[in-house]
Structure formats: structure tokens, C-alpha cells
């Protein structure tokens, strides 16, 4: 076999049809992991020929458009990170969870192969015909796999779905408008024409692409449909959709916010009366993803919720990498892409586990489980290390450039609003762990086990991904430089550890090292010295005097940070909610206004109109 | 960057202890300071080490569980890397593998150890301690991370040795604190908080022992963290001497630079009463904030 795209997407296309036929075998997670590994392999073969693209022989003409395939650099990135996600995910669903964890492995299975299969069509696209048809494509999988839990998750798809058709409908758009004004729709012939446009119809591109692109990112001021979209999904559901399906708008926006139509462009657009430019707003929205959505997050009782709401903030990281347009800032935001993909799959894969045991995944309602599930809590422990951006963790790195990109280019405010978003996490995911696993266990959980391998053992080796690549960031940037090529920035200078740079250095590898030798000195200390300590139990514990039993609930679990909340809490719903009730009016207002065109004939004033934009475009 | 293996093993086997035995003596100066003002004598020489080595030694050392135990590791390892990582005179191999921002961020993995251990004594009153000592963590990082981010600014580097060398170069004058005077004070009352020391020491709240992360915390877990606090004394000193005080020169300097930061916290700690958690957070978020964002509209004019 020549690995080329056409045996990707044969492969990928290939499962789908595969789990369609054989999803409720007992084999077929087993199997379609074999596949996402041969997928994954066929991506690795593919990197030497990137450099001129690795082109689809599939082409064909529909009704005179033609379509046709071929993978660069920024695609084979996303595809990585999705092919991994994918692998991950069915094999946590491969043993005991896809028996008993859900309703359907049949729709787990197919509803994955699907995606994955509509997200290589679409990050394989050539011209913006492709894209939109991927598009479309990852629009509508995403709610197959989203409503397979029914109840609840239903209610939130349809939601999702909402806002997808409308994403789907403004990329059409720019689709549209991309090709009456450039005679085309292949990405040579767009790139040929981008340089030259003028300012309005770089507005019209942009604000088009940016709500188009921006819903799928969840992209402040259209965030509201991801969190409860995803925390509904089943737990590898959840692990794949949080991990990469929302990466998909960030790859839209490369491709033609950054790549076609450029970061200096967007200096040009100045905003009226306040002087900022679109590249400085574009920004600030971005920090206000980080910061709103995490201390959002900060607030869930529902642990798949809190994860939810933290991918919403993630995302805020990578878009502000990229915008700052040095190579460290896209480096930094392409790197948070693949950070956050490993261990925002291994948080969802653990709650999943948790609530394969527990049946619940409320924060109130769990407890202790560390001594119960102790392999779980290791994966959580590094992940959540990760997602709040702390060494020795992957997370940090990514994070570290982003701030020193964005120190560098003297925008001291917004790697202010940055840290504040670390900050809350540190908060919000500690809540998480300490909820869930430490403190005392329950009564009704002291007889639950640890779940099986074919559950720990993703949870493990994704954490493990998370520890390698902080412990060697260099071994993810290799894969973020293809990206970063090919989006015409100019390679980062980097070594395996990390960085040297004129203003301030990182090297992961002394960091690490001092750090767990550091803790070998102090286990040293500890372990070794003074007495031998004596382990007690649970309820062997300081009560005030009172004597503590299984029936007392002695865990501090319910509105954690009561301090904090006092405080902040008003602002939630001053600021959050009004936010909100705003978007909802300005939606309802469009709705209405678009209706009432639609149903009452105003014949003459449409009429009218079109008469006016007929001569516009005539003259 | 070549690796000079003989000298970098000294720095990390010299600077940790170097830093905990000024550490203790820091203690020793904080204890006594507030011995004076309180007119006692206070307590004599070898009283902190004395009382490390007695927790250390005693017999009952109740333990709840792997990850109690292996958060205290965690915490003197973070705590060991904090320290190879500050550019003291003489030993600065480290720094130049890290910056400031590493090193704020490895600040944060000791209270993560922290907080870990006390959340696996499954006791609440621990538990609404970490929540009250991680809400403080978010305080006064906000007016913190913002003089960080003007000293970025105006040594246009966050090399920790960099900044040092800016300011020794220019003299009393290039000194960060002459130079962003309204970023130093902000820095200094978030070093308040940073030390939990009155007025926003709710969440160490000596006092009351039923509710602070100590509650579970004995024998040598407790003297673990008092390992924590002589390292702590040192590291918030020393970052705070080399963003705003030159750095060392040489160890005299050095050493008289760091204790006057101690002192001032040290000294204040005695006359404050204690803020409530929102009222902490409050505060540190009007005061020390709005003076941290002039003096980086200040840094940001020049």
C-alpha cells in the first residue's frame, strides 16, 4: 500500500461503513481502532510529501463545479490530533464501557467514524466548494453524535444545530461572495485575489467568516449551545467532540482569516470613533472567551459541564496565539490545539469512567473515589495540572508562549486578562479534583473498583502524552511546525526542551529535571526522615470534638469558594446574564425582523430593493 | 548553551539549602520583630530550626493516606525548584534556563501540593482552608501578575539575570523601584497577601485551627510546612529584590536587601486586624490593582 490521501480517506470512509454494518459486534471498537491506528500511520507516511501537498485522485465534476482533494501542512496537523482523539476514544469505548456504559455502541461507533471521516474531508479541502461541503458535513455529524444519549442531550443538540445551520449559512455566504468577486472557488485562485480587495468587502469577509467559523469555536458572543452539547454526550463522546470538533472553526479561520486574506490586513480595518483596529478587537474578544467562559466554569455543580465550559476558554488561548502573528504567538496557539486536545480527552474519558461507576457525574454527589480508582485519579491529577497551564505539564509550555508573545509585542493588558483565565482555571479545576476524589469517600462508593483496562489504559497513556510533551515540548512542536509553514509563517526557532529567545528563555528538560529531583530531595526528607507516620482512617479525623460516623456527611463539596462566589456572584448576573438576555433579544429582533419580510409581502418595497442593488451592481 | 554538569549539580545541592538556612533565620527575625512590638523577648536563636526537628521527631505521625504524603513531597520539590531557579550572586546557571513567568507559574505547584494533601484528609474544615488560601491565590496574582507584566515591559525582557544586570548597570536609578515606583508598591502589598500575613491571613487563620488548611496537618506534615514557609520568606524576597532592587551585587547586599523585604511585610503583619475572604479579594482587586494599572499606563507612556 502507497500511502496517499485517497487510502485516508478509503480508510476512514471505509470504518464508517464498517461500524454501520458491524457496530453492535462486541469486535467492532477493537476494530475500528485498528483502523484509526492505520489512519494514523497513513498521516505519519504523508508528512515528507506535504511540502507539495498530498493530493486526492478522487475529482469530479458537479454540475460544472469540480471538486477535489488534497491535504497540506495545516490539515495534516488537525488531522493528527483528530485521528488521535478518535483512536482514544474507541478504545475506551472498545471493552466493558461500550457493553454496558450506553444505550447504543452502534451509534457511538458510527456516529465517530462519521466524524472523523467528515473532518478529513474537510481539512483535506482544496477549494472553498470542499470546505463548505465538510463543513456541512462536521455540522451535521456532530449532532448525530451529540443526541445519542436522548433526553436532555436532545434539547442541547437541536441547539448546537441551530447555531451550526446558521454558521453554515454565513460561511455559505462568503462562499458566494468569494466567488461572484474572484471568478472562482479554488484556494490558488482565492489566494491570487485576496491581496487586492478593498476594505468593505474585507469587513463583509470578515465579520461573515468570524460568526460563520466563530460558532463552532464557541467563540464569545456565540458560546451559549457548546457546554451543554458536549457535557451530554457520553463520556468518549464528550472526549472526542471537546478535544478536537471545535478545532474545526479555528481551522476554517486559519485557512482564510489568516492564511488567504492575512493578520496585516486586518490592522487596516479601524473601527469608527474608538480608533482600535479589527486585529486588537478580534483580541480582546478572544481574552473575554478565556476569561467569561472559565469563571463560568467556575460556577457548574455537573463535572462534564465544568470541562465544557474550560474547552470554551481553551479556545479563547489559541485564537490570541495566533492573532499575535509573531512565530511564537501561532506556535503557541497551534501548540495549545494539540496540549488541550490530550488532556481535555483524558478529563471527559475519566468522568466517563466515573460515571460508568457512579452513575453520576454531579460534583456534590462524588467523593474519596482516590482510593477506589486510584489509576483514574492519577490521569485526572496530570490532566487537570495540564489544563491550568502549570509545569511539568504540556499546557504550560503552550501557555508560556502565548504570554511571552504576547509580552513581546508590548501587549501587556491582554496577557494580564490571559493569566486572570489561568487563574480561574487553577480554581476551577482544582474544585473538580477535590470534589470527585479526594476528601471522604461515600458510603454507597466503598465497594466500587477501578474500572477495567480497556478504560484506564487511555486515560493513562493520553496523561502520559500530556507528561512527555511538557517534560519535550520540542517532540509536539515538530508536528506544529508542519502547520506553522504552511500557513506562511516562518518556522520557530526551537530545540527538544523548548526555547531561546533574546528576551527570555524556556527549557523544559532543566525544569522538569530540577522539579522531580526536587521532589526525590524532598521524598528524601520526608520519607526518610523523622518518625514513620501511621495511616488512619477516613473518619479517624478531627470532628470538633464529635464523634464522626458513616452517616455523617463530612465533606466540603457544595458551593466551594463560598468567599469568591459572594463576591463575584452578583457579577454573574449582572454582567453574564444581560450579557446573555442581550443576545437572546438581538436573535429574537433578527428573527422577528426576517419573518415578518418573509411572511407579510411588502411586494413594492422589495421590489424596490432589488431595483436599488440591481443598479448598484449594474453601475 | 553549554552544560557545565560539575557546577550546575553544586547550584542545586548549594541554593536550596542556602535558601532554607536564610529562610529560618528570616522566621527567627519575623518572630522576634513581633516579640518587640508585642514588648516580649521572643524566641531564642535556634528556636525555628528547633522546631522543625522537634515535629520531625515525633512519635504519633498520622498519616491519611498515599496522597497526603506524596503532596508533601510535591511541595518541597516545588519548592526546591522555585529556589534553583531565582538568580542569587554567584549562581545563576538555572535562571538562564527559565524566566519570570516559569518561575510564577512553579510558584503556584507548592499551594497545588498543598491543597492536594489537605483535600486527601478528607476532613471540610481543611477543605474551606484551601478554598479560602486558593481564592486569596486569585487576589493577589491579579495586582501581582500586572507588575510582572510592567517590569516585561520596561526591561523590555523576563529573563530573571537580565533584569538583574539592566539595573546593575545603571545604578541606584535603573533600580525598578525608582524607575516604576507605583508597580513596586502594588507588588509589595501583593507580597502581603502572597505571605498570608495580616490583614490576609484568613485563609492561614492561626487562630482557629478547626478551619485552615492545617487542620489534619501534624508531626512532620506540619514541619513540612514549616519548611514551606522558610523557603517561601526567601523566594517572595529574593523575586521581589531582583524585579525591583537591583538584585545582589554580592552576598552582603544580597542579604541585607532581602531581609529589609521581609521586614516590611513582617512589620506590618502586627498592626492590621483580618479581612474576610470577599473582603480580601475585594481590596486587592480595587486598591492594589488600580495603583498596578496606573503604574503600567506609566511604564507603557515611556
Not at chain 1, 476551577?428 to 454507597?444: A, M, P, W
Not at chain 2, 488600580?290 to 507603557?300: N, Q, R, S
Request: some cysteine; hydrophobic content about 55%.
Amino acid at each position: 500500500m502507497i500511502p496517499s490521501l485517497d487510502l485516508l480517506l478509503a480508510l476512514a470512509f471505509g470504518n464508517l461503513g464498517l461500524m454501520l454494518l458491524a457496530g453492535r459486534n462486541p469486535t467492532a471498537g477493537l476494530l475500528s481502532m485498528i483502523l484509526y491506528a492505520l489512519q494514523g500511520w497513513v498521516l505519519v507516511m504523508l508528512m515528507p510529501a506535504l511540502a507539495e501537498g498530498a493530493a486526492s485522485g478522487l475529482a469530479f465534476q458537479v454540475f460544472g463545479w469540480s471538486l477535489s482533494w488534497e491535504l497540506n501542512g495545516l490539515g495534516w496537523f488537525f488531522a493528527i490530533i483528530t485521528v488521535g482523539a478518535a483512536f482514544f476514544s474507541a478504545w475506551f469505548a472498545a471493552g466493558a464501557w461500550g457493553v454496558q456504559g450506553t444505550r447504543s455502541p452502534w451509534a457511538f461507533h458510527v456516529t465517530l467514524a462519521a466524524n472523523v471521516a467528515a473532518m478529513l474531508l474537510l481539512l483535506a479541502s482544496r477549494d472553498l466548494l470542499t470546505l463548505f461541503i465538510g463543513w456541512e458535513l462536521v455540522t451535521w455529524a456532530g449532532y448525530a453524535m451529540m443526541i445519542q444519549s436522548g433526553g436532555p442531550a436532545t434539547r442541547a443538540a437541536y441547539k448546537y444545530l441551530i447555531y451550526g445551520v446558521a454558521g453554515g449559512l454565513a460561511v455559505l455566504a462568503a462562499v458566494v461572495l468569494i466567488q461572484v468577486q474572484a471568478g472562482g472557488l479554488g484556494f490558488a485562485a482565492v489566494a491570487a485575489w485576496m491581496p487586492g480587495i478593498s476594505t468593505g468587502m474585507l469587513w463583509a469577509l470578515m465579520l461573515l467568516l468570524g460568526v460563520g467559523f466563530g460558532i463552532k469555536m464557541a467563540f464569545l458572543p456565540f458560546h451559549r449551545w457548546q457546554a451543554e452539547a458536549y457535557g451530554e454526550s457520553p463520556g468518549p463522546a464528550a472526549a472526542f467532540l471537546g478535544a478536537i470538533s471545535s478545532r474545526m472553526g479555528l481551522f476554517g479561520l486559519l485557512i482564510l482569516l489568516v492564511h488567504f486574506i492575512g493578520l496585516a490586513r486586518l490592522d487596516e480595518l479601524l473601527l469608527p470613533l474608538i480608533g482600535l483596529d479589527a486585529r486588537i478587537l478580534w483580541m480582546w474578544l478572544s481574552a473575554l472567551t478565556i476569561i467569561i467562559p472559565t469563571f463560568i466554569a467556575l460556577k457548574q455543580n455537573d463535572a462534564r459541564m465544568l470541562l465544557a465550559w474550560h474547552g470554551i476558554g481553551q479556545g479563547g488561548y489559541m485564537l490570541l496565539g495566533v492573532l499575535v502573528g509573531s512565530e511564537l504567538g501561532v506556535a503557541g496557539g497551534l501548540l495549545h490545539v494539540f496540549n488541550y486536545a490530550t488532556y481535555q480527552a483524558v478529563l471527559f474519558l475519566v468522568m466517563g469512567a466515573v460515571v460508568y461507576r457512579t452513575g453520576t457525574a454531579h460534583l456534590d454527589r462524588l467523593g474519596g473515589l482516590i482510593t477506589r480508582m486510584p489509576l483514574s485519579y492519577v490521569a485526572m491529577l496530570f490532566a487537570i495540572i495540564g489544563l491550568a497551564g502549570l509545569p511539568p505539564m504540556n499546557g504550560f509550555v503552550s501557555k508560556w508562549m502565548v504570554y511571552k508573545a504576547l509580552l513581546d509585542e508590548g501587549l501587556p493588558l491582554l496577557f494580564v486578562a490571559a493569566v486572570i483565565g489561568t487563574l480561574g482555571t487553577i480554581l476551577s479545576v482544582f474544585k473538580l479534583i477535590h470534589n470527585v476524589f479526594l476528601g471522604q469517600l461515600r458510603v454507597e462508593h466503598e465497594q466500587i473498583r477501578e474500572v477495567p483496562f480497556s478504560m484506564w489504559g487511555p486515560m493513562i497513556a493520553l496523561s502520559l502524552i500530556v507528561f512527555i510533551t511538557g517534560y519535550m515540548p520540542g517532540l509536539a512542536l515538530d508536528l506544529v511546525m508542519v502547520a506553522q509553514t504552511s500557513l506562511g509563517f516562518a518556522a520557530l526557532d526551537y530545540h527538544l526542551g523548548g526555547f531561546v529567545t533574546d528576551t527570555g528563555n524556556l527549557n523544559m528538560l532543566a525544569v522538569v529535571s530540577v522539579l522531580l529531583l526536587g521532589m526525590g530531595i524532598g521524598a528524601g526528607i520526608f520519607l526518610l526522615g523523622g518518625n514513620k507516620s501511621k495511616r488512619v482512617h477516613q473518619l479517624d479525623n478531627y470532628a470538633g470534638g464529635h464523634f464522626l460516623t458513616t452517616e455523617v456527611r463530612y465533606h466540603y463539596s457544595h458551593h466551594f469558594y463560598a468567599g469568591l462566589l459572594r463576591l463575584i456572584g452578583p457579577w454573574y448576573i449582572t454582567l453574564i446574564k444581560r450579557l446573555e438576555g442581550g443576545i437572546a433579544a438581538l436573535t429574537d429582533t433578527l428573527a422577528a425582523g426576517s419573518d415578518g419580510l418573509y411572511r407579510t409581502a411588502y411586494t413594492p418595497i422589495l421590489m424596490l430593493a432589488a431595483t436599488v442593488l440591481g443598479l448598484a451592481l449594474v453601475l | 548553551m553549554d552544560f557545565d554538569w560539575q557546577h550546575m549539580l553544586i547550584e542545586l545541592l548549594v541554593m536550596p539549602t542556602l535558601a532554607f538556612v536564610v529562610g529560618l533565620v528570616m522566621v527567627l527575625m519575623a518572630r522576634r520583630l513581633r516579640a518587640r512590638i508585642e514588648r516580649r523577648v521572643g524566641p531564642p536563636f535556634w528556636q525555628p530550626l528547633w522546631d522543625i526537628l522537634k515535629l520531625y521527631s515525633k512519635r504519633t505521625q498520622v498519616s491519611h493516606g498515599h496522597m497526603h504524603e506524596i503532596s508533601i513531597i510535591v511541595l518541597l520539590g516545588g519548592m526546591i525548584a522555585m529556589e534553583v531557579f531565582l538568580p542569587v550572586p554567584g549562581f545563576d546557571t538555572f535562571a538562564h534556563h527559565g524566566d519570570a513567568l516559569t518561575l510564577i507559574y512553579l510558584m503556584m505547584v507548592p499551594t497545588l501540593g498543598m491543597a492536594l494533601g489537605v483535600s486527601a484528609c478528607a476532613n471540610p474544615n481543611g477543605s474551606i482552608g484551601i478554598a479560602r488560601a486558593l481564592t486569596a491565590m486569585l487576589a493577589y496574582d491579579v495586582p501581582f501578575i500586572i507588575t510582572v507584566a510592567g517590569a516585561a515591559m520596561l526591561y523590555g525582557t523576563t529573563s530573571l539575570p537580565e533584569i538583574i544586570a539592566i539595573q546593575q548597570q545603571q545604578g541606584l536609578e535603573g533600580w525598578g523601584a525608582v524607575q516604576m515606583p507605583l508597580l513596586a508598591l502594588a507588588a509589595l502589598i501583593s507580597m502581603q497577601a502572597m505571605l498570608g500575613k495580616e490583614p490576609f491571613e484568613i485563609y492561614v487563620a492561626p487562630a482557629e485551627i478547626a478551619t485552615g488548611p492545617m487542620t489534619e496537618m501534624s508531626g512532620k506534615f506540619l514541619g513540612s510546612m514549616f519548611i514551606m514557609q522558610c523557603f517561601q520568606l526567601y523566594t517572595v524576597s529574593v523575586l521581589y529584590t531582583t524585579l525591583f532592587l537591583g538584585g545582589g551585587e554580592n552576598w552582603a547586599t544580597f542579604l541585607i536587601k532581602i531581609f529589609v523585604v521581609v521586614a516590611i511585610p513582617m512589620t506590618l503583619t502586627n498592626i492590621f486586624p483580618r479581612y474576610k475572604t470577599e473582603a480580601v479579594v475585594a481590596w486587592l482587586w480595587k486598591w492594589p490593582t488600580a495603583i498596578a494599572l496606573v503604574g503600567l499606563f506609566v511604564v507603557m507612556m515611556r
